[in-house]
């Protein structure tokens, strides 16, 4: 099959490269780019096959992104202009730097796609010596000429150009994305965060998100609207529905800095059989009325006014099966006392880091690892379900009761080292009297996990020395 392609115009390399000192650089005017190219055509075997143009009104679509990822151009039409035998695109300001071209495309003036680069990677690559992203640099008030090879799209899918399809309004966004948290010091640190892109019922994009600018890729059509959601446990999922033109018009290849709020989160596992799920708190004295929201992970919510110390039961019924993720926020202060949590996923579905003022916790459904190390105030935890494995509570130095329902035959063995170790370093500078059940059956024939020397040691003091309630009782 013929492949056509447009080929490399060489331009002098000292076109390319023009020198400037830096600092002249810095302050100067923008420098230029033109993208040089001359119509050829070429067989598979490279022979010279017929002579190729390009119709009049014809454009170039040229994506372009900064070194360190910063989109500055998404399909820019720039002017195609003759050029001896060939062609060259009208100049494009750019300021001093590194760039990559990351599309180029040429667009007759119905807007089909007439010629494409491909895309690395991509089966039609190998033809070229450049395939996209390729390099450029930008010297200031100078012009800078490269050139590009393109491939003719007559006698090929765009799936061998590395494209889905050819559509001039779909485009393939790089939208730069950070997520940000407070610090327990009220400072903002970027943070991992769990991101989907919605277009209707579809999701395309889904990724997790590194503590850091990411670049968040999807095909897209410019004039449709889409949905950003971002999760992250202990915190309120974000939700932006945008265009995405105007999304990009407004960022104009800045990143998408978004923060999120403290909340307490779950993870809820429906199924048709079992589709609600259950939670519950208990408050403090009330001074002043105070508002907790519940956020169901469905578009469904909860809202309710505190005016007085009181237990509260919610209760939610989903139409689809799934896991869904739960949030409460606002004044979550409030809240001393959490349980009653049925049908939490596994992994770390119940994160309480932002539940301050906690005291009671009765863990009913579901996690695999719980973190209570950030609810200083926690006194009394009742471990009933046998999933969790580990358990912190590096940090509870008011914490006096600690107690696991028999049947948790798995629990993680340094995870139960740790835990006896930071229960008795805390109450040997913080002494109090407690209770510690850790007995994984009802008679209290075993522990947990088999006790070492050391394990032994600890708990005998907290028992002797202290006047802990061991169960089961170190024996000797």
């Known amino acids: 099959m013929k492949k056509i392609l447009l080929w490399l115009a060489l331009v002098p390399f000292s076109l390319l490269f023009q020198t400037c000192s830096h600092d002249e650089a810095e302050n100067s005017a923008p420098g230029n780019i033109q993208f040089a190219f001359q119509v050829d055509g070429a067989t598979e075997n490279g022979r010279t096959a017929e002579a190729l143009v390009i119709p009049p009104g014809s454009n170039a679509l040229i994506s372009i992104k900064k070194h360190n990822g910063q989109i500055v151009y998404t399909r820019k039409p720039v002017e195609i202009l003759s050029f001896g035998n060939g062609y060259i695109t009208a100049p494009l300001a750019l300021p001093w730097g590194g760039y990559y071209v990351t599309e180029f495309l040429i667009a007759d003036d119905e807007n089909n796609i007439i010629f494409a680069t491909p895309l690395s ?131 104009q290849g800045d990143p998408l800095a978004v923060v999120l709020d403290p909340a307490l989160t779950m993870t809820a596992v429906t199924t048709v059989d079992h589709a609600n799920f259950t939670f519950g708190f208990a408050t403090g004295d009330i001074l002043t009325p105070k508002t907790v929201r519940v956020d169901w992970g469905d578009g469904a919510t909860d809202s309710v006014v505190v005016e007085y110390q009181y237990d509260f039961g919610f209760y939610h019924e989903y139409a689809t099966p799934g896991e869904h993720f739960v949030s409460v926020t606002g004044d979550t202060d409030i809240i001393i006392s959490f349980g009653g949590a049925f049908n939490l996923s596994g992994g770390t579905s119940l994160n309480l880091e932002h539940l301050g003022e906690l005291r009671f916790l009765s863990i009913t459904d579901g996690p695999e690892r719980v973190d209570l190390s950030h609810n200083k105030h926690l006194q009394s935890v009742e471990v009933q379900t046998t999933t969790v494995r580990f358990l912190d509570v590096s940090d509870n130095h008011e914490l006096v009761y600690l107690g696991f329902n028999p049947g948790n035959t798995h629990f993680d063995v340094a995870s139960f080292r740790k835990m006896i170790d930071d229960i008795y370093n805390s109450v040997l500078e913080h002494p109090r009297v407690g209770r510690l059940f850790i007995s994984r059956d009802v008679a209290g024939t075993a522990y947990l996990q088999l006790l070492t020397l050391d394990d032994w040691e600890k708990l005998v003091a907290l028992r002797d020395t202290y006047g802990w309630e061991i169960f089961p009782n170190p024996v000797d």
Do not use: W
Request: net charge negative; proline share 6%.
């Open 121 to 251: 990677g991509s089966p039609l690559a190998s033809l070229i010596d450049h395939p996209v992203p390729f390099y450029f640099a930008i010297q200031a008030d100078r012009v800078t000429h490269t050139g590009v090879q393109t491939i003719s799209t007559d006698f090929h899918m765009p799936q061998a150009f590395g494209y889905a399809t050819f559509d001039p309004e779909l485009i393939s966004p790089d939208l730069l994305l950070t997520t940000f948290v407070t610090n327990y010091e009220g400072g903002l640190k970027a943070a991992t965060a769990h991101a989907y892109v919605l277009h209707g019922t579809d999701t395309v994009y889904d990724d997790m998100l590194g503590a850091k600018v990411n670049t968040v890729h999807f095909d897209g059509v410019a004039t449709e609207t889409y949905k950003l959601i971002i999760h992250r446990p202990g915190f309120a999922p974000y939700r932006h529905t945008f265009v995405l033109e105007e999304l990009q018009d407004e960022l």
